[in-house]
Each structure stands twice: as C-alpha cells, then as structure tokens.
C-alpha cells in the first residue's frame, strides 16, 4: 500500500515535472522561431534595402524592339512628263495628275526647273523627255544634273496610244535603276551597316570599298600636313590658306549637315617616311612598291600629333617633298606602274602624296632651294581623297547614264542625299548597338549604380532612335539623319560615363568576405534550431500515426 | 522601298547648260600659287657656365615667335614652326599666358648661384586666361587634362585642392594689362617625377626635333644622370615691334641641367660637349635664325684658369642677374665653327655668391603639431630689399595664422602686406601671400604652426609612410644690383637674359623656389576596416550566440544517476528476482 502510494507521489511529480519540461522546450521553441521569424521579416529586407545599388528605370522593352529592329528607306520620287511624252488621254487617266500652265515661255522653263529642284533633301524629281528631244547626245539615255534631278529619255517603242500602265511599267526599272544611283541602292546600305551586321561577302573589292570611309561621326578634324625632311636643301612654301579657301571649303560648306569639319594645317621638318625607297637606275629615280605603302604612314604618325582639344577622328592629308638625294620619287601600284597622280590614300587614315621639286635644281642652284607647291595640283588629289574617305560614292553609273559635272562645291546635292542616306543608316545602326548592348550590360551586372542622367540619355537616345527611325520611313532625310545623330550622341555619352565604372570592379568574394563572420555564428544557431524543430514535429506525428495504428 | 509617282507637264523647255557633259571627280579653278612670307621666327641657344662647385651648368632655349593674334578670339589654325598641339591647346582654351615646367632635383643656390630660370621641384603650371573666359576653374580643369596628354605628366592630379590664385605673386610675363588675379591659377605637383617619357614630348615641340641643331645634344640617359635638371615651356604674348600695335607669340622651350663632372669625369676637371651629352654638333637647325652657344669665361679673362678649344675670338658681356658677366660665343650658324675639333675643356674657379636665397623646413615633434620655417637670406651688404613670399599649403595642414612670426635679426619684422585665404577641406589649400622688408645681411625667419588633420582612408597614397609633399614656397623680388641692367627691349640681347621684363636699372627681378618640404601625416593601419569589421562580428556574434542560447535553451532537472555500487547491487538482486533498490 505504501509502495503504491509512493508511485502515485513519484508519478504526479513526474508529470509535474514533464509537465514543466515541455513547456520549457514550448517556450524554447516559440523564441527560436519568433527570432527566425524576425530575422526572415525585419533582418533580410533591412539588409537588402540598405545594400542596395542605386538602379534608374530604364525603357527595356523598347530597347529590346530596337534590337530586331527593321529598316524602311522611302525616298520621294517627282516623274515629270514633259510635253509629248504622254498624250491627253493618259493625263486623264492618271489619278494623281496634276497639269500645269500649257504656256511657258522658254527661259521660265529653265526657272521653274530649278524652282522644282529646289525639292527637300532626300526627294528626286525626275523628268521624262521625249525620244526626239535633241537635249541628250544619241546614246545617252539617262542625264544626272547637279541637283536632284534627272533626265529620262522615253524609249523609242514607247509611242503614244499605249496605256498609261503600260508606260509606267516600262518607266518603273528605269527609274529604280536611277533611283538606285542617286539616293540608295542595297550596296550603300549593305556598307552602312557591314560594321554592325555581318553580310555574306559578296566579293574583296566591295569589302575594301566599306572599309575606305571613315565611319560616322558628328565631326571630323582634317589636317593637311607638309613634310619637309630636309629643310637644309628645300626652302617650301606652301599657300595653304587660300587653297583651302578655294578647294576644300566649299566642299566642306556643301557637307555641314552631316557633320561639323575642323581644318588644321602644319608643317613637319626632319619627318622620314618608314621605308627607303628603292633607285631604279633605267629610269634614274626612286621607287616606292606598292607593297611597302602599308610601312609608310607609323613613323610620321608620331610625329602629326593628335588634335587634343576634341576627340573627332582625324583625317590626315600628308604632302610629301622627298630630300634632294632620294628625288625624284614615284610610287608604283601593284602591276608596277607609275602612279598618275602620286599618291595613295590608306582607308580611315588619309591620304599621302609625294610631291617631287626635281623641275627646281638647276645646275650651279646653291641650296636650299626656294620652292612654290603648286596647290592646285595638290589639292585636286586631296579633294579626290577627301571624297573618298567621307563616303561620298562614286559608283559607276550604268553606260548610258550621264552624269552632270559637279559645280565649284565638288559635290551634287544627289551625292549628298547618298552620304546622307548611308550616314543616316550607319548612325541608327551605331546608336542601337550602343544602347543594346549597354542594356545588356547593365542587365548582366547587377551591382552597376544606374543613375539618372544616365536613365536619361538612355531614354532620349531611344526616343531619337524611334524617331530616326520614322522620319526615315517617311523619306525626310534631313530630320532623319538630325535624330540619328542626336540618337549616336545620346547613347555614346550614356554608354562612356564615368558613374557606370564605380562599381564594376567591386568583387563578390570580397563582398562574402565581409558578409561571412557577421552572418555565419548569426545564421548558424537559427538553422540548426529550425532544423530540430522540423525533425521532432516530425517525429511527433509520426509517433501519432503510430498510436492510431 | 516606296516610289511615288506624281505627273507634271511642263512646257518644253531648253536646257542650256547641258552643253559639255563629262564627269569629273574634281572640278577647279586654278589659282596662281603666291609666295607665302614666312612670319615665324625660331632661335636656338645654349649658356654653358661652370660653377664653383666644380658642377657645369648647361642651359638651353628655343625661341619660337608667331606672328598670330590670338587676343581678339581670331581662329588660327595653319601652323608652321610653332607647334600645332600647343596652339590647338591655346586658342581653344583662350589662354593668354602659359608657363609650365618640370624639374628633377633641388637647384643648390648657395652652391650654384642663381638659375637663369627659376623652377621648383616637380611640376609647376601657372596660366592667365584671356578675360573673356567665363569658367575659368573649368576651364583650367580642362587645360590640365590635356596638357597632362601632351607632356605625358600627371597634371591631371590638379584640382582644386592644389590650385590657388595668387594675388600679387605671379604678374603677366608678357604684354597685357590684364592684372584682374580671376584669371590666374597657379599650381605645383611636387611630387612628381620627371623623366624619358616628358623629354619626348617635349622635343616634339621643336621645329627640328632632336634631327638637327643644338637639340641633338639633348639626349636622355645624359640628360638624367644629373644633378638636376629642369624643362620648361613658356608662352606668353610679346610685341611684335617697339610701337607695340600688335603682339605675336612667343614660346620658349627652356632645359636646364646640371652635370657633376667630378663623379663621372675620373678626376679629371676637364670636360667637353661630348662628355656632358655623349653628342657633338655638326649643324645649326636650319630653320633657325641665331644659334649661339655661349661660355661662361668671365672668371677667365686671360685664360689662366681653362682653356676653350677650339677658340671663339667672339666675345659677348650680358648683365645677367645682376652681375655683367663676359661670354665666348659661337655662332653656329657660320660655318667656319665647326672647324676639326668640337671638344671644349676649361677649369673652373669661385664665382659671385647670390644676394638672396632662401631655405625652408618642418619643426617639431610627434604627428600632432609641427612647424614650417621659412628663412630668407639677404648677403647684400648694405641694401635692404621687400621680397614677395608666397606659400600654398595643402588642406591637411592646418596652419595657425595666428601663430605666424617674422623675424630678422632677432626683432619683430612686419609685413607690408598680408593676403591670407585659409583652406577649406578637401576642396582648396592655404594661401599666404606676404611683403617683406629684407634687411641687409641678415636672415629673416617666417614661422608658423600647424596641426596634421586626419585624412579619410581612400585619401591616402598607395605609399603613405613616404609622406606627404609641401609645394616650394615661391620667393619673388626685385634685387638691387651692382651694374646697371639694359632695359631697352630693341637691342638684341642672349636669350637666356631677356626672359624677365625688367624696367628698372638698378635692379633685376629674381624668382627663388625653396625646397619642398615632406611631411608625415598620422597613417592608419590600412587592413584596420577588415580587422574592425572581423572584430565586431566576432563580438556580436558571441554576445548574440550566448542570448540566442538563453532564449531558446529548455532547462530541465536533471535525475540523479544512481551510483555505481547501487547499479551492481541492483543487477545483482535482478538476478535474484528481488526489487531492485
């Protein structure tokens, strides 16, 4: 009785005791998870919103539009029909006709066509002739002029009485192949973007063409450079200043709308070309092989300096009088000729051309001789090379094309439209790869502090992009390459700022590092807490199912 | 592609100016080429003294004149001997006046006496823009990242902490009345270690390069294994004429060196062009107009000391700091110098002690406080002379002007004019700018104290127990002299004498630089963050583990393990069948 009365005592204060016990290890139970709780729902997002990199909206989806972005050109093309080309009842026929006065006198004919040449940039008018016209030379069929116009030359079996649709689809490839030299052809375009997208070479020679101008840019500096190597013989003056006056201006006054020119002009004493040219004694003079032109340029390069106070690309032009023991000097191309104009010209670089003062010395003449350049010479080979670098193209025009000389600016406005049409979708291309993979960047870099400016020009080069892109649709070159070069601008200084290099080199193992003696001992003890917990509500139920069983 | 076609029907028209149709790349009118004058001037020259230390002294100019007026915004752009980089540099900036050199070593005035050119250790640049520029201190920013391009130096590490405009310090060297101090900034990177890489471009900027002229001396391995040597670049706009209606430009190319024969020469006191630059001329730059090498023989006058080989029967007497001193002058230009030997070998012997030095250290102890003592020496006998003193100091020293003395001879000396601008942290150093009367042998002892700030982590250079450079205080004055100084500008006078406008006779105008003090700031242990951050962690890892313990721990009451004997007992009476205890 005794002992059974002990083990009821023993038993209350055993249940007693797990009675504590348990509520014990509740309590325990509740502070770990209150404490996890805590940590997971204040801890983390403290920590995330204070670690945090400044990050500015930026419009990804549009830039991810741009990057499969299609190109549309459209150009304006005005068809005049001149009297006799087309008969009453056509005119009625066309939908669109507008028919002006019957009585123009003659010379009001030549203003009104230059009042219609006055035509937005971008735009071609060109104007039909009849096939008697004596105005073209017999096999010409097709006349290019100076502005945006052009002449076409009806075809012989296009007598009146046929339908106006006939005479259309006999004009369409005329006009497309006129088109094709003066505004665009898939060539340009296909050259405009061989930097960006990647063309199935169709031949070398096309490639080397792309390669040869300088790629877009808002400004270019030109300097022209005269080398003097041996100053003690050759006394050399040059009239630089009125030769740019005269030459290159004008030229570059035409050009202002696609970019801004800076011309500089210097003279280097004591400037050796890299190679010594080779004597050719059956002629008594000195060689330059085509095949070392490529050595040439590196060690005067040193020595032209570079415009330090703009970073526009250079356009170098070198006037080359070589020293009285290496003279005369030719250059000679690839089958070993003479070049005519002595000079060559290296693709983005510029040009060279050797300039020899043999014709000076004369017997018993005591150096250094007195030297006038003749820059007419020497500018005629710049200009050509000047043409060449800026892109302005000049494609052989098909054989019964004829082609107006350019007037005192060097330059048609037709040619201006091509540069303007290739730079135009050089630049939309240029700013999108810019902004496209400036957007991927900062999409694979997630500690980059985007600020605002940056979210900025970002955004305002999309804009412009969209509306280059646009205007370019519509046929207005002049807003459309205004946007593409705003666009370039935009996305260029987004893509260089400084702010966006802060962070890029801050390592994650370094970031772990700091983080590791803070957050292991923290994390650690909550961990295996939680972990005890989970295995013994496990347990539990397990035992629970057991008992039912 | 999108052609759309709309119909006009124009009248007939005549087209006339069809006539001759060809195609041409290039159309011209040719214009008769005319000759061009020639409007720059280049002169080149070399002074070479011996010193009574037995060092040499070597000192070149290059002259370059343009006849272009930049004053009135006119855009030059066709270069022909001046250098198209600096003048690309100078209209584009609008800068009116441009002085900027770089020095290797300390020039030893009591040694050597005066340079003909002063310059501080390191680099020093000081400019004056042109009044019409609105930004200066972006420009100035500007124009030191550029010409830091252009001369392959550090200049970029100026900015505002080290910049400072002088008031009364740095006058226009050229023509101008422009005095307005807006315009003016003055900088020192005294720190900065000059060598091959800032000769290059330097050389560049001469219209013969190193091909010709006396420049085919200045060959680097010589040129640096001296005892100092210093290149400069000064423009300024000068008159083209006396009636002074038009300037031109003027950029002086200046190099100077010191060799120190003794060391390198086998004993021998004997030396040549060959020896000094391992070179020998042949040829006078052709595009210059004078080349002159001048020597020293003042001490020398009948040739008792050296001997100069070949011969120049040409003799020269300039007033040069204040001291009429006789040159043997060869013109390079005729040809009848380069005779067969191009070897000069010479003797040296006590030259005239300058009449103002100066000297500059740190007192004091411990990394709290110091102070910076300046002392100026005037050894004229009898003549008192007001010096112009100026002392930028960095930020991180923070001076106590109150504690500023100057003293002479034991007594107060007050200055005549005080032009204090304290700093402000991280954006602008101290200025001082003080007159100060000189009396005649004495030395006058300018000190004040300064505390040592402390710099935030990232401030430190990456070698911080180096120390941190002081830029030279800049002593300026007009020393009166013994022999009366030309003050006519249309005489033709050696470069190296003509570089400071002087008005009066009776004085010259002196510029000395003091050393560069070196001053150790208190600098921290730089792994101390990581260690800091360990550390804490650590703690606040311990404090939490131990609360995290209490707070989640169950406690409970432990049975008391019966002992080993009542075990046995107790296995023993299971055996038996008996309860166990």
């Known amino acids: 009785m005794m002992v059974g009365m002990e083990r009821n005592q023993y038993d209350a204060e055993c249940f007693l ?106 735009s071609l008018v060109i104007y039909v002739i009849p096939e008697s016209s004596s105005l073209l030379p017999e096999n010409v069929n097709v006349y290019i002029g100076q502005r945006r116009t052009a002449l076409l030359r009806i075809g012989a079996q296009m007598k009146v009485g046929k339908t106006l649709k006939q005479l259309l689809a006999h004009l369409e490839p005329r006009v497309k192949q006129i088109l094709q030299v003066m505004s665009f052809s898939h060539n340009d375009i296909t050259a405009a973007l061989s930097d960006r997208v990647r063309f199935s070479p169709d031949n070398k020679e096309s490639i080397a063409d792309s390669m040869r101008a300088f790629k877009s840019s808002p400004g270019y500096e030109i300097t022209f450079s005269l080398l003097n190597p041996d100053p003690k013989s050759h006394r050399l003056h040059w009239d630089i200043e009125g030769a740019v006056q005269t030459y290159i201006q004008p030229l570059l006054t035409k050009l202002s709308p696609v970019a801004n020119f800076s011309l500089d002009s210097q003279i280097l004493y004591y400037a050796m070309l890299g190679v010594n040219p080779r004597y050719d004694s059956s002629r008594s003079a000195y060689i330059l092989n085509a095949d070392s032109l490529a050595h040439v340029i590196n060690p005067v390069e040193a020595r032209l300096g570079s415009n330090a106070a703009s970073s526009n690309p250079v356009l170098n032009f070198l006037l080359y009088v070589p020293d009285a023991h290496h003279s005369p000097l030719y250059i000679h191309d690839h089958k070993k000729r003479e070049v005519q104009t002595n000079a060559f010209h290296s693709p983005r670089w510029g040009g060279i051309m050797v300039y020899n003062v043999n014709g000076f010395y004369q017997t018993g003449t005591n150096f250094p001789v007195d030297v006038n350049i003749n820059m007419a010479k020497v500018m005629g080979v710049f200009l050509a090379q000047l043409r060449l670098l800026l892109g302005v193209q000049s494609t052989a025009p098909p054989s019964s094309f004829q082609v107006a000389p350019c007037g005192s600016s060097g330059l048609a406005d037709w040619e201006l439209d091509r540069l303007m049409w290739s730079r135009s979708v050089e630049n939309v291309a240029t700013a999108t790869t810019t902004i496209t993979s400036l957007a991927q960047l900062l999409d694979q870099i997630g500690n980059i502090v985007i600020n605002d400016n940056i979210a900025q020009q970002v955004s305002s080069a999309v804009t412009s992009l969209q509306l280059a892109v646009a205007e370019l649709e519509v046929g207005n070159l002049g807003f459309a390459l205004q946007y593409s070069k705003e666009a370039i601008l935009a996305s260029e200084k987004a893509f260089f700022d400084p702010s966006l290099l802060h962070l890029l080199y801050f390592p994650d193992d370094q970031k772990f590092a700091i983080y590791i003696p803070l957050f292991l001992p923290m994390c650690v003890p909550i961990l295996l807490s939680l972990l005890k917990i989970v295995s013994e509500v496990r347990q539990r139920r397990r035992e629970k199912q057991a008992k039912k069983d | 592609m999108w052609i759309g076609f709309s119909l006009l029907m124009p009248d007939c028209f005549s087209l006339s100016f069809l006539k001759d149709l060809h195609w041409c790349g290039v159309c011209m009118s040719v214009a008769p080429p005319h000759p061009h004058t020639n409007t720059d001037s280049f002169q080149e020259e070399l002074v070479v003294r011996p010193l009574h230390s037995g060092d040499i002294y070597a000192s070149f100019q290059f002259r370059t004149v343009w006849e272009a007026d930049f004053s009135r915004g006119n855009k030059v752009s066709h270069y022909q001997l001046f250098p198209k980089s600096l003048g690309q540099v100078i209209s584009k900036f609008s800068v009116r006046e441009l002085h900027i050199s770089f020095t290797q070593g300390y020039w030893r005035t009591m040694q050597w006496g005066q340079p003909f050119l002063p310059s501080p250790p390191g680099a020093e640049l000081w400019v004056w823009f042109q009044d019409s520029v609105t930004d200066v201190d972006g420009t100035w920013k500007e124009l030191t990242n550029v010409l830091s391009g252009i001369f392959c130096a550090s200049l970029n590490f100026i900015d505002s902490t080290n910049t400072v405009q002088p008031s009364a310090a740095f006058k226009p060297l050229g023509v101008g009345n422009v005095t307005d101090h807006r315009f003016l900034r003055y900088a020192t990177l005294p720190r900065e270690i000059v060598c091959t890489e800032n000769l290059t471009p330097w050389k560049k900027l001469l219209p013969c390069g190193s091909k010709a002229g006396l420049a085919v001396l200045l060959k680097s391995e010589k040129l640096f294994h001296s005892s100092f040597h210093s290149q400069a670049v000064h423009i300024r706009p000068i008159c083209q004429d006396q009636r002074c209606k038009s300037t031109s430009l003027e950029l002086r190319q200046t190099l100077n060196a010191v060799f120190d024969l003794h060391t390198s020469g086998q004993a021998k006191r004997e030396w040549s062009l060959f020896k000094m630059f391992s070179r020998t001329l042949t040829e006078a730059c052709p595009l210059a107009s004078s080349s002159k090498i001048y020597i020293d023989i003042t001490d020398n006058s009948q040739g008792e000391q050296f001997e100069l080989s070949p011969a120049s029967s040409l003799l020269s007497q300039a007033v040069v700091l204040g001291d009429r001193r006789t040159f043997s002058v060869y013109d390079l230009t005729d040809q009848a110098t380069f005779g ?34 300046t002392v100026m020496y005037n050894h004229h006998p009898y003549r008192s002379f007001p010096v112009l003193l100026l002392d930028s100091v960095p930020w991180y020293l923070r001076l106590y002007i109150h504690t500023l003395t100057v003293t002479s001879k034991g007594k107060e000396n007050k200055p005549s004019y005080i032009h204090y601008q304290p700093s402000k942290d991280r954006l602008r150093p101290h200025l001082l700018e003080m007159l100060v009367q000189l009396p005649p042998n004495s030395a006058t002892e300018v000190t004040v104290e300064f505390e040592r700030a402390l710099l935030k982590w990232t401030e430190y250079t990456p070698d911080p127990n180096h120390g941190f450079y002081v830029g030279s205080s800049v002593i300026s004055s007009l020393v009166p002299s013994t022999v009366a100084t030309n003050t006519s500008i249309t005489q033709e006078q050696p470069l190296f004498s ?67 004997a009542k075990r046995i007992a107790n296995v023993i009476r299971r055996m038996r069948g008996v309860p166990p205890l």
Not at chain 1, 38 to 64: E, F
Not at chain 1, 81 to 95: D, I, L, M, N
Not at chain 2, 345 to 359: C, G, K, T, W
């Open chain 1, 17 to 122: 005791l797990y009675y504590l016990f348990s509520s014990e290890r509740r309590r325990g139970k509740l502070a770990a998870l209150s404490i996890a709780a805590m940590v997971i729902l204040v801890g983390v997002p403290l920590w995330w919103k204070t670690t945090q990199t400044y990050r500015a909206w930026l419009p990804v989806a549009q830039i991810n539009e741009l990057a499969k972005l299609q190109l549309q050109l459209s150009a304006d093309v005005e068809v005049v029909f001149a009297r006799g080309t087309a008969t009453p009842e056509q005119q009625k026929k066309v939908p669109v006709t507008q028919t002006q006065d019957e009585d123009h006198a003659v010379d009001e004919a030549d203003l009104s066509l230059h009042r219609l040449s006055e035509s937005p940039c971008g």
């Open chain 2, 498 to 564: 003509s570089f400071f406008p002087c008005k009066e006779e009776l004085s010259y105008f002196v510029r000395v630089y003091t050393e560069p003090l070196l001053v150790n700031l208190p600098t921290p242990d730089f792994s101390m963050p990581y260690n800091v951050i360990c550390l804490t962690c650590t703690v606040v890892a311990v404090g939490y583990g131990s609360l995290y313990n209490l707070l989640t721990r169950s406690f409970q009451i432990e049975e008391p393990s019966p002992g080993l």
């Open chain 2, 340 to 373: 067969s030997t191009r070897s000069l070998n010479l003797l040296i012997r006590d030259m005239l002690r300058p009449l103002l030095h100066a000297e500059r250290y740190v007192a004091g102890y411990g990394l709290q406080t110091g102070e910076i003592h």
